[in-house]
């Protein structure tokens, strides 16, 4: 996992909590808004919401640990979502999964050192008939090979690590 060298904007934070009243029935959309800004939930904005609504921080946390939609570290500048719904997984997404280990060398979860990729898994995109399926950001990159995803990972800029074959 990268460390974050991103600045942390604490007139971010407060742009964002001041639109909303300082109740705990809030913190959910105060969470969503802070992952929007900064694609994902920095400790600091954790700290501000449980201030900003005195609960402790723990409660914000295990809220941002308890919903797959929440990231606790920062995403790369691409997102690879690598479906891992029943019908891409019968049509090889672990393999796509395993490449992009060995060629970025990231697990599910993970973002390079250099903050340029990351890679989670989700369940079904909706898209099946395009299995396997990942996507990029926002762009659909459909019946994926083994192969193809190094071909995907090359045309966003990245560096094929030296050390596989
Ligand atoms: S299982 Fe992958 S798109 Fe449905």
């Not at 964002?16 to 029935?25: F, H, M, N, S, T």
């Not at 800004?37 to 809220?63: C, F, N, T």
């Not at 995403?75 to 393999?95: E, L, P």
């Not at 019946?143 to 990245?158: A, E, F, L, R």
């Amino acid at each position: 996992m990268a460390a974050d060298s991103r600045p942390i904007k604490q007139k971010t934070f407060t742009n964002i909590l001041d639109q909303y009243p300082a109740e705990k029935r809030y913190i959910l959309a105060m969470m969503q808004d802070v992952q929007g800004e900064y694609k994902y939930l920095p400790r600091e904005g954790m700290q501000m919401i449980a201030a900003y609504v005195d609960v402790p921080l723990s409660r914000v946390y295990s809220m941002a640990t308890f919903y797959k939609a929440f990231s606790l570290v920062p995403k790369g500048r691409i997102n690879f979502k690598v479906c891992d719904g029943t019908a891409c997984h019968i049509k090889g997404s672990n393999i796509i999964i395993d490449q992009v280990y060995q060629y970025l060398g990231i697990r599910p979860g993970e973002t390079t050192p250099d903050g340029e990729f990351s890679l989670e898994t989700v369940n079904c995109l909706g898209a099946c008939a395009l299995a396997p399926a990942v996507v990029a950001n926002e762009k659909v990159h459909p019946k994926v090979t083994s192969s193809g995803i190094i071909d995907i990972i090359k045309s966003y800029g990245g560096q094929i690590n030296a050390t596989s074959n």
